[in-house]
């Protein structure tokens, strides 16, 4: 009765700022719905996404009309070659590129064609020299020429999108090249045998890469190459560990009201006091997560995301949902226990929570940092809560492995919950 009645006061107390409890609702529904939105761009596949590219040809030859076709029909880009009616310089380009305006410009230089032409002429002459039978020297000159075109990229633009931009043109390229000595040989063995042989020019490659995603069941999409698959566990840890800032703030107000000292004149334990507060807003913690998850299952399809797969299911979300829950109110007991004042125990908490969740691989992936920081990034309480979702929505993990894996999680909610007890006893 004393574990139910402290339940009590803490959901009258909750239910007294409706406001309140309903901003720790809403912001992260609103909170998932953004980030999913912003990040869904990357997410996508390269051909659903049309890239324009400024694209002035100061060459007039065959060749440079076929890169801007490779690059037309590479599905990515769409080629620019004109501004309001009127064909585009390379000073109006580079002005275009530096105002945001595009964030891609090429510029072939005149003579291209004839340079690439004279080098792909000898590496041929190379490779049939070596054929002939005779005495002469087989070794043919290279043509001290270095064709380029110009890439300009706005200022702007990360590291990221420069590196996929220089590869898919550099493949582009790649293919035009490989064409071009596989026509010279082509040409050049129909002159001595008097056939042309038949070479299949197709860019598809003799070997296919077939991509898939390492589950632990057979899924029939591929769930992770979505933004909601992976934003949705992700900032629903980082809403569940904001519930120190309310959780901590209460327990600073009673304890500056008072209402520490008159319950602890009753004939109860402080065990009562703060295991009604970890049941009750863990059960907070768990309604965020099931909204959120609800969110990402019928709210995001409506708004042109990826619906949420479940995964491994509903049993295994809901036991995540419990556990995360768990360390995120401990977390929070513990800070409204050591900090004397709302602002000393708000500042820290918000402070904590944005650290635990850079480190911890919510913002930014792990895999992409520093050994070191990958190493700091596992010590993270939010990353712990973070893969266990992960192995729910995307690894498909059965029961035992998630509870296994989600151990941690419990040793830290009993470790702070510990502390806390122990350190009020102490005060």
Not at 97 to 103: A, E, K
Not at 276 to 305: D, E, N, R
Request: aromatic share 8%; hydrophobic share 50%.
């Amino acid at each position: 009765m004393k574990l139910v009645a402290s339940i009590t006061k803490e959901w009258l107390l909750l239910l007294r700022d409706k406001g309140g409890l309903g901003i720790l609702f809403l912001m992260p529904m609103v909170l998932v719905i953004v980030m999913a939105v912003v990040q869904d761009a990357p997410f996508r596949d390269y051909q659903e996404q049309k890239i324009p590219v400024l694209f002035v040809n100061q060459d007039s030859g065959e060749i440079s009309e076929a890169i801007m076709l490779a690059i037309q029909d590479g599905k990515t880009f769409v080629v620019v070659d004109s501004l309001n009616g009127m064909p585009i310089d390379s000073a109006q380009l580079a002005m275009s590129i530096n105002s945001g305006d595009f964030q891609i410009g090429i510029i072939v230089k005149k003579g291209l064609g004839d340079e690439l032409k004279q080098i792909v002429d000898a590496q041929v002459e190379g490779m049939l020299a070596g054929l002939m039978p005779t005495n002469e020297p087989t070794e043919v000159e290279k043509p001290n020429l270095e064709p380029y075109i110009t890439l300009l990229l706005d200022p702007t633009t990360k590291h990221t999108f420069r590196s996929s931009i220089r590869s898919a043109i550099k493949q582009f390229l790649s293919e035009l090249e490989g064409r071009m000595i596989i026509d010279g040989l082509s040409d050049r063995l129909a002159e001595m045998t008097g056939k042309r042989p038949e070479v299949d020019l197709s860019s598809n490659g003799i070997v296919q890469l077939r991509e898939k995603t390492a589950t632990g069941k057979i899924m029939a999409t591929d769930v992770a190459n979505n933004s909601t698959q992976h934003n949705v566990p992700a900032w629903t840890v980082f809403a569940m560990f904001f519930i120190v800032i309310p959780l901590a703030g209460n327990m600073v107000r009673e304890r500056t009201a008072g209402t520490i000292t008159r319950l602890r004149t009753m004939p109860t334990s402080m065990f009562h006091f703060y295991a009604g507060k970890l049941l009750s807003y863990s059960a907070v913690g768990l309604l965020q997560a099931l909204l959120m998850i609800s969110v990402g299952f019928w709210l995001m399809p409506s708004i042109g995301l990826a619906k949420l797969d479940l995964g491994s299911g509903f049993f295994p979300l809901l036991y995540v949902a419990v556990v995360a829950g768990f360390a995120a109110t401990s977390y929070g007991l513990l800070v409204g226990t050591i900090f004397k004042t709302l602002h000393q125990a708000a500042i820290f908490g918000i402070v904590s929570v944005v650290i635990m969740a850079a480190l911890g691989g919510i913002w930014v992936p792990l895999y992409i940092m520093s050994d070191t920081m990958i190493f700091v990034g596992h010590l993270s309480p939010m990353n712990w809560a973070m893969e266990a979702f992960n192995d729910v929505f995307l690894r498909g993990e059965n029961m035992s492995q998630i509870i296994f894996n989600s151990a941690k999680l419990w040793t830290f909610g009993v470790v702070c919950f510990s502390a806390s007890l122990i350190f009020e006893n102490n005060r």
